[in-house]
C-alpha cells in the first residue's frame, strides 16, 4: 500500500491519499476469476458454490486491515 498524509501542527491528519493493494493487483485478481471461471463453469449451468470459489479467488492476496 502506498500511502501519503499531511498532519498539522497537532498531529491531526488533514489529508490522506491512499492507494491500496487492490487496485495494484486488478490484473491478477481478474486472471484469478477467469482461471476459475473457465475451469468450473461450462455452458449456461453454474455448479452450487462456484460463486464462493470465484469470490475467493479475487480476495485471497487482499490485506484487510483491522478497524479500530
Known sequence: MFHH???DGNGLIE???LLIATGQKNLAMNRAVRQVARHYIHGRQI???VLNRLEASSVADTVA???R
Open 5 to 7: 498524509y499531511r498532519v
Open 47 to 49: 455448479p452450487e458454490g
Open 15 to 17: 489529508k490522506v491519499n
Open 65 to 67: 486491515v483491522p478497524r
